[in-house]
């Protein structure tokens, strides 16, 4: 994997990739087994880690999650396994929020901490209700991701990708 620095500074990127956690970069979200056990290992998605490394001299990252029970450590841990923890720079979860995807005060409280016009944010998520159209009604762009059939939802500033390495291309087409 290629030498990336741990979460790039804001002051030289001006377009933030947020991303999905269970079923967007791992397999599923991982299991909770009490404070001494920590997180099991998940799979990620396939090409995830490559792509995001890929993307991250360009982009700040973040992680846009519906978890309710955990704290930002045991994430960045769990994310750590598939070697990307340190490509996010914020991770924002329903418990840390006070409230779910898709819903206005979520994205309300993300776009404060970013300082970041909607427009120059894409949310890539398997979700299409809570991840891309949430983050659409925010203003965001959209992404979803769809490895489970062939179906393409697109219109202005939402695409569809199948496979992560389709990704930066797909990025391209949205004009970033």
Do not use: Y
Not at 14 to 34: A, E, I
Not at 105 to 111: A, N, T
Not at 151 to 165: A, N
């Amino acid at each position: 994997m290629p030498d990336v620095p741990s979460h790039p500074s804001s002051s030289t990127h001006d377009k933030v990739l947020l991303f999905d956690w269970g079923g967007t970069l791992m397999r599923s979200m991982p299991r909770w087994q009490g404070t001494s056990a920590g997180w099991t290992r998940e799979e990620a998605i396939p090409h995830a880690p490559e792509t995001l490394h890929c993307l991250a001299t360009g982009w700040r990252m973040g992680l846009a999650s519906n978890a309710c029970e955990s704290d930002e450590d045991p994430i960045r841990a769990s994310l750590d396994t598939i070697g990307i923890g340190n490509l996010f720079e914020h991770i924002f979860t329903w418990r840390s929020v006070g409230s779910p995807k898709p819903w206005g005060p979520f994205w309300s409280h993300v776009l404060r901490n970013l300082k970041v016009a909607p427009a120059r944010v894409v949310m890539v998520g398997d979700d299409w209700m809570g991840d891309v159209w949430g983050a659409r009604q925010a203003g965001l762009c959209g992404v979803w991701f769809n490895p489970h059939s062939d179906e393409v939802r697109e219109r202005e500033g939402v695409r569809t990708i199948h496979d992560f390495r389709s990704l930066p291309d797909v990025l391209a087409d949205l004009g970033f």
